[in-house]
């Protein structure tokens, strides 16, 4: 009986490591690693120009941290909600907010930033908090460096 519930966890492990894939554009690789940082308790900021981003409202939850995209190789693949991954679309991964949530992603070095739909799990770099899709990398002028530092701001 203690085999087989070895012989099950060790399985268990095998396959969540299988499916735990990195989501990042190699385009990235030359650019300075720095380790995330999270701050949930600072209020998120909003101005005029954010709210022209998005017709959500703000919630207290902020983020910072370094943010990377998925590489060409992901698109049509499942996300871990099931959808198909679409490079064209504005969608992210993070490791803990629900499916569903809609986030806006500034890129602190140009201002630039966007809205996005958390679709999938990841990254699992522990180095970044978030992977958006090519779009939203595009929008945010990150595909040269490939990983940029962010600010995420949860919106409701």
């Excluded at 690693?33 to 209020?43: G, W």
């Excluded at 991964?93 to 140009?110: D, E, I, K, S, Y």
Aim: net charge positive; hydrophobic share 40%; charged share 20%.
């Amino acid at each position: 009986m203690i085999i087989m519930l070895l012989l099950l966890s060790a399985g268990t492990i095998i396959m969540s490591a299988c499916s735990s894939s990195v989501r990042f554009s190699s385009a990235g690789s030359a650019a300075p690693r720095t380790v995330a940082t999270v701050s949930e308790s600072r209020p998120a900021v909003k101005s005029a120009a954010n709210k022209a981003n998005s017709s959500f409202e703000a919630t207290d939850m902020l983020f910072r941290g370094m943010a990377s995209y998925y590489g060409n190789e992901f698109n049509g693949r499942k996300t871990a909600n099931g959808e198909r991954y679409d490079q064209n679309e504005l969608s992210g991964a993070h490791r803990t907010l629900p499916f569903g949530t809609m986030v806006r992603v500034r890129n602190t070095a140009n201002d630039r930033s966007v809205v996005v739909r958390i679709n999938d799990r990841g990254p699992w770099k522990e180095s970044r908090i978030l992977d958006v899709s090519f779009a939203a990398a595009q929008e945010l002028d990150m595909t040269r460096a490939g990983t940029v530092p962010v600010e995420i701001t949860v919106l409701k």
